[in-house]
């Protein structure tokens, strides 16, 4: 909790500032309701969700006293409102194993750190984890997950740089397969640039997945990096249609006051969120919890 609130403390330091100038008369009126708008709108929690927040706020204490606790209480109350519904810890159910893990999201958006996370904090749960180097477009990006792989001490299927996602996937269900393995998690390449060759080789992965196990992929979850605001939203978009999202994770909530494009993601796309990112090791994944978020941000 105490890093949750300190990766947070931007994002609340920014709503929390707006939310004391917003209740400079001590009677929730018109104009007051306004500035609790506005002040939710520059906290990139987005137009819908502060609306609504707005419109939940007026009907329950509309002309009522309210002191500067009391208003961030609401609001608190009113973000967890929204962000209740989204909050869906990763469940390993697959039947049979492995249970396949598509992680997509644009390059620097924190994703083979995520992938390294979940794969730790699933080793902590006891499971038996695979990773696949599906984005074999960057190098790098190949030895950077071997790297976590090993500090993790899970096995990772990879192939050449340039080498077919696709085959690579195949092995990693093969190999996991025959090793008992719960979950496999594969990178893939994050070029949003080139949207139709993205959108090929996300297809063929699928066939070739569909081929072994009809139900994968179970998951597909889109990492997004706070720190890029609205831009994040507009990626949720972009993925969805090529990529068939299942969830979210948000990364780099430490360090940002843009911490409030969590509540727009949720209030406009109503897609999970497993977890969220607050710092580059492997122990800064934390589970969604939307009472706390609602209340760290809220100041
Ligand atoms: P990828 O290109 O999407 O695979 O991104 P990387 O996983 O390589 O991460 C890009 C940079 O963001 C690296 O420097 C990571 O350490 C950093 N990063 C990833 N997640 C977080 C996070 O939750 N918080 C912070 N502060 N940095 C992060």
């Known amino acids: ?29 018109d104009a007051t309701l306004e500035e609790v708008e506005d002040a939710l709108i520059m906290s990139d929690l987005g137009p819908a969700a502060a609306s609504r ?47 396949v893990i598509l992680v997509i999201g644009v390059n620097g958006s924190g994703k083979t750190t995520t992938i390294a996370k979940l794969a730790h904090w699933l080793v902590e749960e006891d499971y038996e984890v695979m990773l696949a180097a599906g984005d074999t477009f960057r190098a790098a990006a190949i030895e950077q997950l071997a790297t976590w792989a090993d500090r993790v001490g899970v096995p990772i299927v990879k192939g050449p740089q340039g080498g077919d996602p696709a085959s690579i996937v195949f092995d990693g269900v093969k190999a996991g397969t ?13 070029r949003l640039q080139n949207k139709r060759e993205l959108m090929d080789e996300l297809a063929k992965i699928r066939k070739v997945l569909g081929r072994l196990n009809p139900e994968a992929p179970h998951d597909v979850i889109l990492v997004l990096d706070a720190t890029n605001g609205q831009n994040a939203l507009s990626q949720i978009d972009v993925f969805k249609e090529v990529a068939g999202v299942t969830g979210l994770i948000m990364t780099k909530l ?9 509540v727009a993601a949720a209030e406009q796309y109503g897609l999970p969120i497993h977890a969220i990112g607050v710092g580059e ?8 919890d939307p009472d706390l978020v609602a209340k760290v941000i809220a100041g």
């Not at 994002?11 to 929390?16: E, H, K, Q």
């Not at 500032?17 to 009677?27: K, M, Q, R």
């Not at 025959?178 to 390449?189: C, F, Y």
């Not at 090791?281 to 969604?288: A, Q, S, V, W």
């Open 1 to 29: 909790t105490e890093r949750l609130f300190g990766g947070f403390k931007k994002t609340s330091d920014r709503l929390s500032e707006n939310l004391t100038t917003a209740v400079s008369t001590a009677t929730l009126d």
């Open 53 to 99: 927040i707005r419109e939940k706020l007026k009907e329950k204490r509309f002309g009522l006293q309210i002191s500067e606790r009391e208003l961030k209480k609401a609001v608190a109350d009113e973000i967890a409102e929204i962000l209740r519904p989204v909050a869906k810890p990763l469940e390993i159910t697959a039947f049979p194993r492995p249970q």
């Open 178 to 190: 025959d090793r008992g393995t719960d979950a496999l998690v594969v990178d893939t390449a994050g």
């Open 254 to 262: 430490d360090g940002t006051a843009r911490g409030g494009v969590l």
């Open 281 to 288: 090791t492997i122990d800064d994944l934390r589970p969604f």
